[in-house]
C-alpha cells in the first residue's frame, strides 16, 4: 500500500513533542533519525542534538510506528540499522546537510561561504595533499571550519555525515563525482643508510628478493600493495618477503628510517625524509606509477559554497 508522508515544522525543538504516533513525520523527526543513524548510538545522538537519550529513543519509536517499518535493529549492546533504515538515511542525509549549509548561509548572511566542511581521507593524501595548504585555506576563508578524519576504508561518506573523501583512484559509486587531486604518483624503493651497515644494496629487481622488504596493505584485511615496476616498456612485478606488515603508508616510511627494512612508497609523500637524508632511494633506475588520489563528493544540483570553496582551492592548490 502506497503511503503519504507529510513532512512540517513541528513548531517547537522538543522531540519529545513527536511521539505521538498520530501526528506527521516532523523535521526534528527526521533530523533525530540521521543523527541515531551516523553515530549508531542514541546516547551521542542525544547528545548531539541537546536532548536526552530517552527523547531520541521515543522519536525513534514514533516514526517506526508511523511508517510502519523497522528502522534500527536495538540490542543492549548495539544499534544497527535496518535494510529500510539505510536506505531511508541514504535518501535524507544528502538533504538534511543541505538545509543545514542554506540555514547556516542565510544566517550569517555575509557572501563569504561559511559553516564546517567534513573530510574523510587517507592519511597519506592528507599528508601531500591537503596539510601543506591547510593553513592559506583557513586564512582564506575565515567563516570555514575544517574537520577531518583519517582512515583507509573506503566507506559511505554520506551515511558516515561526511561531506567530501579523497582516496586512491576514480571508481566510487554512481551518484558520486571524482576529481583528480595532485599527480599520479610515484612509487620508489627507499631504504635508511643503517640497513645497508651489513648488507649489500640491491642492484636489479630480483635481488630484493633476498632482502627485508616492508609490504602494505590497502586496508586493514585488503589486498597488498603489489611490487610492480615500469621498465623498458614492460612491467616487472615481484613478490617480496619480510618481517614487518602494515595497513598504512606511513607506519612503512618510519619502520624504514629505523633501518628495518626495504620500503616502497610514494615519492611525493618521502620527499622530506629523502631532503633529510633518513631515507635514501635505491634501484633509481626502477620505479612504478600508481594511480592518482581523487576528491569524491555527492552529486548535488546545488552544491554547498563551503564545499565548492574547499574543492576549488584544493585543486588549484595542487594543480601548482
Known sequence: MNKKIIIRDAGHSDLAGIATASLPVHL????????????????????????????????????????????????????????????????????????????????????????????????????????????AFLASFPSINVEISLDNALGDIVNAGFDIGIRMGKRVQNDMVALQLGPVQKRIVVAAPEYFQNRKEPETVDELLSHNC??????????????????????????????????????????????????????????????????????????GMDDAFHLYYPHR???????RAFVDFMLNANAA
Open 28 to 135: 526534528p523527526g527526521l533530523l533525530t533519525f540521521e543523527a541515531a543513524a551516523r553515530h549508531l548510538n542514541f546516547a551521542k545522538a542525544a547528545a548531539e542534538l541537546g536532548v536526552a537519550p530517552t527523547a531520541v529513543s521515543r522519536t525513534i519509536k514514533a516514526m517506526e510506528t508511523q511508517l510502519n517499518l523497522r528502522l534500527f535493529n536495538r540490542t543492549t549492546r548495539s544499534v544497527s540499522l535496518t535494510e529500510a533504515g539505510s536506505s531511508l538515511n541514504s535518501k535524507i542525509a544528502p538533504a538534511l546537510a543541505l538545509i543545514r549549509d542554506s540555514l547556516s548561509e542565510a544566517l550569517l548572511a555575509t557572501d563569504q561561504p561559511s559553516g564546517t566542511v567534513r573530510v574523510n581521507s587517507s592519511y597519506v593524501a592528507y599528508r601531500m595533499l591537503i596539510e601543506p595548504h591547510l593553513d
Open 214 to 287: 616492508i609490504r602494505q596493505r590497502y586496508s586493514v584485511g585488503g589486498r597488498w600493495f603489489g611490487w610492480r615496476f615500469d621498465s623498458d616498456d614492460q612491467i616487472i612485478q615481484i613478490e617480496v618477503q619480510g618481517r614487518l606488515l602494515f595497513d598504512e603508508m606511513k607506519s612503512v616510511l618510519d619502520a624504514a628510517m629505523r633501518g628495518q627494512g626495504i620500503g616502497f612508497v610514494f615519492e611525493q609523500f618521502a620527499k622530506q625524509e629523502l631532503k633529510s637524508g633518513q631515507l635514501r632511494q635505491i634501484l633509481k633506475q626502477h620505479s
Open 301 to 307: 544540483k546545488h552544491m554547498p559554497r563551503k564545499l
